[in-house]
């Protein structure tokens, strides 16, 4: 079974900084999928940025990118200018490219943003 | 575009009812999961419908069960309720791509509270 870790349950940055959220995962697979999700208080999970196994190039979405090291497991999360409005638990979200999106998302615990104005 | 839609917003029942939680995925979209978001226990995968079946559950007991209509809405039926099973429920929809490359996005959740 796939594990995705986020060892940072909460991290704190100035806004206009640059924050980088960790995230390792664990699989025997080569074809997969890795998210970042953003939950703000609200409660509604909102896409922030995917990243396909098989592309070497790092994603990115304005002020979100990520490192992927696919050798290390690892799809950490880097938001450049923070913004008061990026305060929100991060998840990381590992899905399996085998059976069509069996087995759902496995998520990790989560890291909850804090943006200091 | 109209996202992913869950009603009712909260919902509150008693040990032992039944609870009946609705999702209306994104236009276009065939599939529908269901994810279980429990304090301390984090994001879990609940249920896959695909094309109106149940493709894959995740590891619940039988009394979470649910189904998928043909316009691909879907509801999540919960028997017996337990108080462990106060949660928020969230529901995603996606379509699947060619060579897998779905996306899911995600409704904005039914709180269950069991007393």
């Known amino acids: 079974a796939q594990t995705v870790t986020q060892s940072q349950p909460e991290m704190s940055v100035q806004e206009a900084e640059t924050v980088t959220l960790s995230c390792t995962y664990d699989t025997s697979e080569s074809d997969y999928y890795l998210f970042w999700y953003k939950q703000p208080p609200s409660r509604q999970m909102i896409l922030v940025i995917r990243?396909?196994?098989?592309?070497?190039q790092n994603a990115t979405e304005n002020r979100f990118s990520v490192n992927f090291q696919k050798a290390a497991k690892s799809f950490s999360l880097k938001i450049s200018d923070s913004q008061l409005g990026d305060a929100a638990m991060y998840f990381c979200?590992?899905?399996?490219?085998?059976?069509?999106?069996?087995?759902?998302?496995?998520f990790g615990k989560g890291t909850h943003l804090i943006i200091q104005p | 575009e109209a996202g992913v839609t869950q009603s009712p917003t909260h919902l509150i029942k008693t040990r032992g009812q039944q609870a009946t939680l609705r999702c209306s995925p994104i236009?276009?979209?065939?599939?529908v999961y269901w994810y279980q978001q429990a304090l301390g226990l984090g994001l879990q995968f609940l249920l896959w419908y695909d094309e109106g079946e149940e493709r894959n559950r995740g590891n619940f007991p039988p009394r979470f069960s649910g189904r998928q209509f043909p316009n691909y809405s879907s509801e999540l039926n919960v028997n017996a309720l337990e108080l462990e099973d106060s949660a928020l429920y969230l529901c995603a929809s996606s379509t699947l791509g060619t060579g897998g490359q779905e996306t899911q996005y995600f409704g904005p959740g039914t709180r269950l509270l069991v007393l």
């Open positions: 979200a590992y899905r399996s490219g085998r059976g069509g999106g069996a087995d759902g998302l496995t």
């Open positions: 990243q396909e196994a098989y592309k070497q």
């Open positions: 236009s276009g979209h065939t599939s």
